[in-house]
């Protein structure tokens, strides 16, 4: 069993940053994919993007592409979440997850933190 615990959220205007970090406790995190997902009110939770567990590999969905960074540290047991040039669009809850395999769709991770509030105001 793996606890994902996700802060950095908050307020923040348009073409500001935030970084997100979820602390992992509780399992072996490097023998885990890290991926990033967010839900914004009234529309389904969608991909973000992943790391793989050495932390060489990363993608990233094309609407934040060039703008979030995703950052892992094996010895601390966490995972980051950059993000740069943020706007309205980017407002929702952001949740870490972990899983098994480089995917990109929810259902295929494991274990999930309880997400944080990211709001972008015009």
């Known amino acids: 069993q793996v606890q994902l615990v996700e802060s950095g959220g908050g307020l923040v205007q348009a073409g500001g940053s935030l970084r997100l970090s979820c602390a992992a406790s509780g399992g072996t995190f490097r023998g885990y994919v890290m991926g990033w997902f967010r839900q914004a009110p009234g529309k389904e939770r969608e991909f973000v993007g992943f790391?793989?567990?050495?932390?060489?590999?990363?993608l990233y969905a094309d609407s934040v592409k060039g703008r979030f960074t995703i950052s892992r540290d094996n010895v601390v047991n966490t995972v980051a979440l950059q993000m740069n040039n943020l706007n309205a669009e980017d407002t929702a809850v952001y949740y870490c997850?972990?899983?098994?395999?480089?995917?990109?769709?929810?259902?295929?991770?494991?274990?999930w933190g309880q997400g944080t509030q990211v709001t972008v105001s015009a």
């Open positions: 997850a972990a899983g098994a395999n480089l995917v990109v769709t929810a259902r295929h991770y494991d274990y």
């Open positions: 790391i793989s567990r050495s932390g060489l590999s990363t």
